[in-house]
């Protein structure tokens, strides 16, 4: 949201309401066993340098869960790895 904010690309107050709603979400850390793994072999698979995005791919893969993502890069490539979703999707 910051980077959306400092590009412009959404309201200063759009920003704000964004980062007061997910400060308020019922989010609980995970680590899931073997995340580091699969990272790396996401980031294989798609001819990553980087295993950055791969942990979000990872994660999502490993949780069975939906990966909200306003990257379309991410969201193109990572479709056929994990079930990633725009905000258009919600």
Same mark, same amino acid.
């Given at each position: 949201m910051h980077e959306l904010r400092w590009r412009k690309e959404i309201s200063g107050e759009l920003a704000t309401i964004a980062l007061v709603r997910l400060a308020a979400a019922d989010v609980?850390?995970?680590?899931?066993?073997?995340?580091?793994?699969e990272a790396w072999r996401i980031a294989d698979r798609l001819g990553w340098a980087k295993t950055y995005d %791969?942990?979000? $791919?990872?994660? %999502?893969?490993? $949780?069975?869960?939906r990966l909200l993502t306003t990257d379309a890069k991410l969201k193109a490539s990572g479709s056929e790895i994990a079930n990633v979703i725009g905000p258009a999707d919600l």
């Open positions: 609980s850390p995970r680590r899931p066993k073997g995340l580091i793994e %791969a942990e979000y $791919l990872a994660l %999502a893969r490993l $949780l069975r869960c």
